[in-house]
């Protein structure tokens, strides 16, 4: 009888062995850019619910309107520090695009890291708009209604705002600003697999970061539970130890070269035939 009850506790050991629990955290496809929702906003107020909005919705046919003043600006807030590189903008007289353009209207650009210390794009700095008169360091006139091509930095810049400055007037419509703004990559995030078998103190890991390259792998095994680091390379690691109780939990963290990590528990029986 002792001898049949060994047999059928090596069997329960053999099939709870092979046992494996996996937990998977993270996942590339969940990375996300933390910049908040570009924000419109201008320091004059609109006519006929012209909103600021409608100067940078991505539709030609609705424009920001304004009454007559100097040197008035419309503020993109793109919600994070990105690469700016260059501006065009495209302005109607009343819908059309008449040959006598804007005149001595002046117009211009600036740029913020905080929104609070401002940057004005000069004639030295950029290119695109040597064909109108510069007749200021920071500000052109007799550009043309419609687009008068982009003004592009020499050098592109970091910036959170961008500012577009003009002499305005009612029917000088402000349809469209084409911004050449690019959001940072979205932070690294690291995915992770956690496996463990039952009866034995048996797991192993497997990970990847987006940003690539190598994991560290640090295990915190619970109470009760001794473990030996088995195996390491540059995205697995394992470990092998003896359970001490009926049941075991194993806790293991990746993180990459960036900091970014991702960790995973498990909890798993002990068989209780290996103490
Ligand atoms: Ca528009």
Excluded at 60 to 65: A, R
Excluded at 88 to 114: A, C, I, K
Excluded at 249 to 262: C, F, N, P, Y
Aim: aromatic share 12%; with cysteine.
């Amino acid at each position: 009888m002792r001898r049949m009850i060994g047999r059928w506790a090596a069997v329960v050991v053999l099939a709870a062995t092979m046992a494996t629990v996996t937990v998977t955290t993270g996942s590339p496809a969940a990375a996300q850019s933390t910049c908040s929702p570009t924000k419109v906003t201008a320091d004059q107020p609109m006519i006929q619910n012209r909103f600021p909005s409608f100067a940078f919705d991505g539709k030609w046919g609705t424009f920001f309107m304004t009454d007559h003043f100097d040197w008035q600006y419309v503020q993109v807030d793109f919600g994070c520090v990105g690469t700016f590189a260059g501006l065009d903008r495209l302005m109607s007289w009343y819908y059309t695009s008449p040959s006598f353009g804007r005149g001595l209207q002046g117009e211009g650009v600036s740029y913020s890291v905080d929104g609070s210390n401002w940057t004005q794009l000069t004639g030295a700095t950029t290119s695109g708009w040597e064909a109108y008169d510069n007749y200021a360091p920071h500000a052109w006139h007799s550009l043309p209604f419609d687009r008068p091509g982009e003004l592009r930095l020499d050098q592109p810049v970091q910036a959170r705002y961008v500012r577009f400055h003009w002499d305005g007037a009612p029917g000088h419509f402000l349809h469209e600003l084409y911004i050449d703004f690019t959001p940072p990559p979205p932070p690294p995030t690291v995915s992770l697999s956690l496996q463990c078998e039952t009866g034995v103190v048996l797991c192993s890991a497997s990970g990847s970061s987006t940003a690539g390259g190598a994991l560290s792998f640090a295990w915190q095994p619970g109470s009760g539970t001794s473990i030996t680091r088995q195996n390491d390379t540059a995205t697995t690691s394992s470990v092998a130890g003896r359970c001490t109780g009926s049941s075991y939990s194993m806790r293991v963290t990746a993180t990459d070269a960036t900091g970014a990590s991702a960790s995973k528990q498990l909890r798993m029986s002990c068989g209780g035939t290996l103490r």
